[in-house]
């Protein structure tokens, strides 16, 4: 049906005066108190619900109770489901709704005969446009309010949406009254009140959306691999108004941006205290930073030294990504690759990170990293591909070391995930300063087709051109982080907020001395008779193996404790606390060749 909207547009300053008296008094609302909220100022057609009739379906019922005959707009795009429209007609008859199909200029006929068929497999940003982007603008036009199903928990980069926002993109007040809820909440209301949802969502299909754009993803998956698989496309695009299934909108880009201090690519300087500009002007760096540092040159700011290190990894990732099919991060719990994903989140903010994450377990773990890898993973929203040193020592390829030590056996593993998964570009957390094999590597650096370095046959890296090129079989391994100190990761740390496993901070531990350092006691590491054990205040600089990984003596509870000691140490974290690191002068040398890490 058509919508009929209210006739007297209040202006931006009143309501914008509403968004922020909302946001002072809704520190305790429920969903329900911002549907009521909802109601009370936005009645009389002044308000529509966008619902995808995914999950997102208890929203409209949600404001309905309160505001019987809301609008819910549909974006009809003609390519649904038949299990979409089925739950439109089960929505309207469930709820007090008035459901909206707000529809293409062109009907898919018409767009056939115009741009050919099948516009969606040739180019899917045009038919997202003309389908979708297009018609949910000018519907929004008619509006001063809009409703969403956004919550926190969709993704680490929603982690702050607010109940009631200011949409600086659509000029209009922007509602989300769920975004507190867990997914159980949204399951909870919906099974109480007898909402329908569609039950592609329980047949494999987290995400849906137009029929030839989704398939149903494997368990593990990432949930949006079905959307546009094998397209170079995740998202409607950055400035779409609303997708069809997250109702995504500038706004939502606008306050991540300024929630997670996304400043690479955007030209925004911000400078925490630890953050000072650096000596070098942005216009005469060559870090490669890419926009950031244009825009850095035509405003005439300087990036501080932090932020043109973050650049320039953003911008190292976005150029693998593109020039490369089928990359991988490796991801270990540890803080590099932390520091990595969360350069990766930023790097392709609002889409999902665009590649999975791959661990090689040597199953000696602590279980600490495990439990925060599993939570990170969770959170980002990444696909976690796992290689288990386990399962090659059950069945024989791999042999236990007599020291009982796993980091070495690492390598094949990590291979063969390489061959399996068909990765291309392999991201490593490693820097120059930790280890001397590491500050020979460039920061795309090749491997052979037996995963293979050599390090007398590296390519030469100008400025910011890295070669990625390479044979099939072959793969590169690329260390955004290549040109960070400890110390800047730490920084970096404390800028972003990052959250790190507890273990990098003091802490009481049972722990025994080997050759100098301090081993934790466990299952995987006992001491021998002659090794006391003692319980003292440790913390770690690297995690690892836990019978190769040592904790130093340290009271660095914080993470500007932390900063601290590390701006004082003179030895770096692999040589203070690798046990394997320590075998020969060229440990890690060796094994790279051999295509470790
Ligand atoms: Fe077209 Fe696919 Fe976008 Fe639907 S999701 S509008 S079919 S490109």
Known sequence: MTAEVADVRRSVAQLKALVAQAQADSVDWTADDVAAWTAEHFGGGRVAVACSMAGDTVVPHLIAEHLPGVHVLFLQTGYHFAETIETRDALARAAAVTIVDVLPKLTVVEQDAQYGAKLHDRDPSLCCAMRKVDPINSTLAGYEAWVTGVRREDNVLRAHTPLVEWDEGHQMVKINPIAAWSFHELLDYATTHQVPVNPLLTQGYPSIGCAPCTRAVAPGEDPRAGRWAGLNKTECGLHVAADDDTTEVETTFVSALQTFNLTAGLGSVETSPIDQPADVVATSSTSGSGSTEATAATSGRRLSQLKELESEAIHIIREAVTELERPVLLFSGGKDSVVMLHLAAKAFWPAPVPFPVLHVDTGHNFPEVIAYRDAEVARVGVRLVVAKVQDYIDDGRLIERPDGTRNPLQTQPLLDAIADGRFDAVFGGGRRDEEKARAKERVVSLRDEFG?????????????????????????????????????????????????????????????????????????????????????????????????????????????????????????ERGATRADDRLTEAAMEDRKKEGYF
């Open 452 to 572: 293979q370095w050599d390090p007398r046959n590296q390519r030469p890296e100008l400025w910011n051109l890295y070669n990625p090129r390479h044979r099939a079989g072959e793969h590169v391994r690329v260390f955004p982080l290549s040109n960070w100190t400890e110390l800047d990761v730490w920084r970096y740390i404390q800028a972003e907020q990052i959250e790190l496993p507890a273990m990098y901070y003091a802490h009481e531990r049972e722990v025994f001395n080997r050759d100098g350092m301090w081993l934790a006691v466990g299952e995987f590491s006992q001491p021998k008779p002659t090794e006391p054990v003692e319980v003292r205040t440790v913390r770690y600089r690297t995690v690892g193996d836990m019978s190769c990984t040592g904790a130093i003596d340290s009271d660095s509870a914080t993470v500007a404790d932390v900063l601290a000691e590390v701006a004082a140490t003179r030895i770096t």
